[in-house]
C-alpha cells in the first residue's frame, strides 16, 4: 500500500516532500519519488494522501 | 556582462539649463502636483521605507533595480491563470522562470548580480509557488542574502493564505515589503478564480476554498499592517469575471491599511496552457484596464508603473537581464561592490532632487501651455530621462499632461510579451496599434523611416530635446506648440 510520483508529469515543486507526514518522499535525481516502504497513504493521519491533496498535476501522485 | 544598466557617468544635460530658462518659474513642486508619490506624499518613515523600491515608489522605479530569484516552486492553491509547467525565456510575465534555484544558488546570483548592478534595491521571492508556503527556502535565502548584502531590501510576494503563519518570522527577519494578491472579496466570485485551495491537510474547493482563502489574505493585511510592514495588494483583473467586482476589492483593502494596490490585466493565452487560456477567457484591453483604474480613483493608492515581471526578472522595471545572470554565467569569485552602490544612490539623492525641482518648474509651465489632456510616449531606460533610442525600446512610458500638472499614466508595450515572434515591420504595426491615441513620442533618435511611419499615423515622433528630463521636455513640446499656433495666428 503506497503511492508513486508519476515522474514525466512532475513539475518538480517539492510540495508533496514538505507535506508529507512520513518523510517517505525525497529529491533524487532530479525528481521525487516516494519510498514505498515509507508510504502509508496517510491512513489514520489524514483523510486522504497528502502529496495527492497538494500536488498541482492532475494525476500524477497516484496509487502504486 | 555589459556596462551597469545606466552610466552613471555622462548623464549631464547640455541643454536643461537653456531650456529651464525658456520655461516659466513656477512655485508648484511635482510632488505635490503629480501622483507619482515622492517625499511630499508620506511621512518620513514610509518614504524612507518606499524611496529605494521601485515598485512601491513610481518616482524610485526610475533608478532602482530589482531581482526575483526562483527558490519557492511548492504551492498551497492552483489559480485558473496559472499553469505550473510554463517555462520559456522569450516569455515575460508572472509565474515564469528559466530555473529553479536552491537557495544556496540563489544568494550566490544575487550577489553576482549586487556586484555588477549598483542600480539593485530589491530582492524579491515571487514564485513560481507561493513564497509563503514555501516557507524554509524562502527564509533560508534571504537569511543568507541579509548576512551578505545588509543593503538590499527584501520583499516577498503570495497568496496569502500561509501568510499569517509566519508574520512574526517576516518582522523580525525586516522585510518590510509584503505583496498579496487578492483578486475577490466575495467567494461567489473567488470559486470563479480558485479551483482549489490546500488547506489543513485537506484539498478545499468551492465556496468553502474562496472563503477561506478570502479570510485569511484579510487576516494577514490586517496584521502586516499593524506592524507597519508595507503591503501591496496585487488583483488580477479577468473581464467577466472581477471586473465590476474590483472597486469593492479597492476598497476592502483600503480599509485594512493596504498601501498600494496594483490591479494587473490578466494575460491569457492558449499557448500557456492554463485554464483560463484553454478556456478562451480573455485579458483586459488597455482601455477596460484604465477604466477600472479610474473607477477606483479615490480608494486605495493605485500602482501603474507594474511590469507582471518575471519570477526571475533582473533589472530595471521593463528590463530584464535574467539572462545574463544564469547559473552557468556566474563567475567563480564574486566579489561585492557595496561602494558602488553606495556611490549610486549617492547620486540618485541628488539627482532625484533635482528632477523633482526641473518637474516642478515644468509642470508649471505646462499646465499654461495646455488645453486638453495630452498624452506622451516616452522611450526612456531610466533615471526619469528621455535617454532611449525608438529603435530599441520594447515598452513606452506614458505620459499625460493637463492643466493639473504631468503624470506617469503607466506603460504600453510595444513586443506582445514576446519579442521572438515580431519583425522590424510587425513591431511598427504593433507600436502604432498602442499608441493610436498618442500625439507625441519622445525618443533620443529616430531613423528617418519609422519617423515617417509615426507621422502617416499622426503620431509626431521628436528626439530633438537630448537627454532631458521627462517633464522639462513635455512643457518644451507643448510650450513649442502654442507658440507655434500663437505665430499662426498672427501672420493669419
Redesign the interface.
Known amino acids: 500500500m503506497a503511492y508513486k510520483i508519476v515522474t514525466a508529469q512532475c513539475?518538480?515543486?517539492?510540495?508533496c516532500e514538505?507535506?508529507c507526514p512520513n518523510a517517505a518522499i525525497k529529491f533524487k535525481n532530479e525528481t521525487y519519488i516516494i519510498d514505498p516502504d515509507m508510504c502509508t497513504e496517510c491512513e489514520g493521519k489524514?483523510?486522504?494522501p497528502?502529496c495527492a491533496?497538494?500536488c498541482?498535476?492532475p494525476a500524477t501522485c497516484i496509487p502504486a | 556582462m555589459s556596462a551597469p544598466l545606466i552610466p552613471i557617468s555622462g548623464l549631464s544635460v547640455s541643454n536643461r539649463q537653456e531650456m529651464g530658462e525658456t520655461l516659466e518659474k513656477g512655485g508648484c513642486s511635482a510632488s505635490s502636483c503629480g501622483s507619482s508619490a515622492g517625499p511630499a506624499d508620506m511621512d518620513p518613515k514610509t518614504w524612507a521605507k518606499v524611496k529605494d523600491h521601485p515598485c512601491y515608489s513610481e518616482e524610485a522605479h526610475h533608478y532602482f533595480a530589482r531581482m526575483h530569484v526562483a527558490v519557492a516552486?511548492?504551492?498551497?492553491i492552483?489559480c485558473n491563470y496559472c499553469n505550473?509547467?510554463y517555462d520559456c525565456a522569450n516569455e515575460s510575465r508572472p509565474g515564469v522562470v528559466s530555473e529553479?534555484l536552491t537557495p544556496e544558488q540563489a544568494a550566490r546570483k544575487v550577489l553576482a548580480v549586487a556586484a555588477e548592478v549598483p542600480q539593485l534595491s530589491v530582492l524579491g521571492i515571487a514564485g513560481?509557488?507561493d513564497a509563503a508556503?514555501?516557507w524554509?527556502r524562502t527564509k533560508a535565502t534571504f537569511d543568507l542574502v541579509s548576512e551578505q548584502l545588509p543593503d538590499i531590501k527584501l520583499c516577498l510576494s503570495s497568496n496569502g493564505l500561509a501568510l499569517p503563519d509566519h508574520i512574526d518570522e517576516i518582522v523580525e527577519m525586516n522585510i518590510d515589503h509584503v505583496t498579496i494578491t487578492i483578486s475577490a472579496i466575495y467567494p461567489e466570485i473567488g470559486a470563479r478564480i480558485y479551483p482549489w485551495i490546500?488547506y489543513q491537510?485537506?484539498?478545499r474547493t468551492g465556496l468553502e476554498a474562496a472563503t477561506i482563502l478570502r479570510d485569511r489574505q484579510l487576516q494577514a493585511l490586517e496584521m502586516l499592517t499593524e506592524r507597519d510592514v508595507l503591503v501591496k495588494v496585487n488583483s488580477v483583473l479577468i473581464p467577466g469575471i472581477n471586473d465590476d467586482h474590483m472597486v469593492e476589492v479597492n476598497k476592502a483593502v483600503k480599509e485594512r491599511g493596504a498601501f498600494l494596490h496594483n490591479i494587473m490585466p490578466l494575460i491569457s493565452d492558449p499557448a500557456h496552457g492554463t485554464h483560463f487560456g484553454l478556456t478562451g477567457q480573455r485579458g483586459p484591453t488597455a482601455a477596460e484596464l484604465k477604466k477600472v483604474q479610474d473607477d477606483c480613483g479615490d480608494g486605495a493608492n493605485l500602482m501603474r508603473h507594474c511590469r507582471q515581471c518575471r519570477a526571475d526578472a533582473v533589472g530595471l522595471l521593463g528590463e530584464d537581464r535574467g539572462q545574463e545572470f544564469t547559473l552557468d554565467k556566474l563567475p567563480e569569485v564574486i566579489e561585492d561592490a557595496p561602494e558602488a552602490r553606495d556611490a549610486y544612490r549617492a547620486w540618485v539623492a541628488e539627482e532625484r532632487q533635482d528632477r523633482a525641482a526641473a518637474a516642478g518648474t515644468a509642470e508649471e509651465a505646462a499646465a499654461h501651455a495646455v488645453d486638453a489632456p495630452t498624452l506622451f510616449a516616452v522611450c526612456t531606460r531610466g533615471s526619469g530621462r528621455i535617454n532611449l533610442h525608438f529603435g530599441k525600446a520594447v515598452e513606452f512610458q506614458m505620459y499625460e499632461a493637463d492643466a493639473e500638472g504631468i503624470r506617469f499614466v503607466g506603460h504600453r508595450r510595444a513586443d506582445n510579451y514576446c519579442l521572438g515572434g515580431y519583425g522590424d515591420e510587425d513591431r511598427m504595426e504593433e507600436i502604432i496599434r498602442v499608441l493610436e491615441d498618442v500625439p507625441y513620442v519622445l525618443c533620443a533618435k529616430i531613423g528617418g523611416g519609422p519617423r515617417k511611419r509615426l507621422a502617416d499615423a499622426g503620431i509626431e515622433a521628436i528626439d530633438s530635446l537630448g537627454e532631458e528630463y521627462i517633464e522639462t521636455a513635455i512643457a518644451a513640446v507643448l510650450q513649442q506648440k502654442n507658440a507655434r499656433t500663437d505665430r499662426a495666428a498672427k501672420s493669419a
Open positions: 513539475t518538480v515543486c517539492g510540495a514538505f507535506e489524514f483523510d486522504n497528502q491533496e497538494i498541482p498535476v | 516552486p511548492a504551492c498551497n492552483q505550473r509547467k529553479r513560481p509557488g508556503y514555501d524554509r490546500f491537510g485537506k484539498r
